[in-house]
Antibody
Framework: QVQLQESGPGLVKPSGTLSLTCAVS?????????WTWVRQPPGKGLEWIGE???????NYSPSLKSRVAISVDQSKNQFSLRLNSVTAADTAVYYC??????????????WGQGTLVIVSS | SSELTQDPAVSVALGQTVRITCQGD??????ASWYQQKPGQAPVFVIF???RRPSGIPDRFSGSSSGNTASLTITGAQAEDEADYYC???????????FGGGTKLTVL
């Protein structure tokens, strides 16, 4: 069964760039799914960040679009998130997830365990 | 609008039925999916549409949809169902995902 694992620095300086990778195991990233990033600030709700298809096509949250980039590396079976010009408001647990979808909608399953990123000097 | 609105908190007596709702314009075009999150854990996919559930999710969880409102119903709530629940859908105008603000379910 497919499993996802996030990795990356747990501490990023203000105005710097947050970079995370999601490793996919138990299945190929090059299948007919979108792969998604979601975040959750401490004590708050879930926020959808963006998604990527294995071809490289992307969709981003309008509120983050100017600062975010998601890429895919099929050879390594992983996809990555970059968020630049970070502030304390970007402190959150970051999750990656696989997106199942059809014309009626979509759902996210499974999810990675999440990784906490703190923005602080 | 791409917003999804949920009640912040709902409570239910043990063994009773509870409905958690999610409202938003995108739900007129797409079904909602629902996620359960317990403290310190990643969200878990519970259900999509009426009954598309992953294995391991009890059939006491069901979904429904009408107009701009989606609902998650737990029939015979158990103590282990106490958690935060989030709805999710897609905004067709910009083709991006969106979550509701979450509902904290307390089982009394």
């Amino acid at each position: 069964q497919v499993q996802l694992q996030e990795s990356g620095p747990g501490l990023v300086k203000p105005s710097g760039t947050l970079s995370l990778t999601c490793a996919v195991s138990g299945g190929s990233i090059s299948v007919s799914h979108w792969w998604t990033w979601v975040r959750q600030p401490p004590g708050k709700g879930l926020e959808w960040i963006g998604e990527i298809y294995h071809s490289g096509a992307t969709n981003y949250s309008p509120s983050l679009k100017s600062r975010v980039a998601i890429s895919v590396d099929q050879s390594k079976n992983q996809f990555s998130l970059r968020l630049n010009s970070v502030t304390a408001a970007d402190t959150a647990v970051y999750y990656c997830a696989r997106n199942y979808g059809d014309s009626e909608g979509d759902w996210l399953d499974p999810w990675g365990q999440g990784t906490l990123v703190i923005v602080s000097s | 609008s791409s917003e999804l609105t949920q009640d912040p908190a709902v409570s239910v007596a043990l063994g009773q039925t509870v409905r958690i709702t999610c409202q938003g314009d995108s739900l007129r075009s797409y079904y909602a999916s629902w996620y359960q999150q317990k403290p310190g854990q990643a969200p878990v996919f519970v259900i999509f549409d009426k009954n598309r559930r992953p294995s391991g999710i009890p059939d006491r969880f069901s979904g429904s949809s009408s107009g701009n409102t989606a609902s998650l119903t737990i029939t015979g709530a158990q103590a282990e169902d106490e958690a935060d629940y989030y709805c999710h859908s897609r905004d067709s105008s910009d083709n991006h995902g969106v979550f509701g603000g979450g509902t904290k379910l307390t089982v009394l």
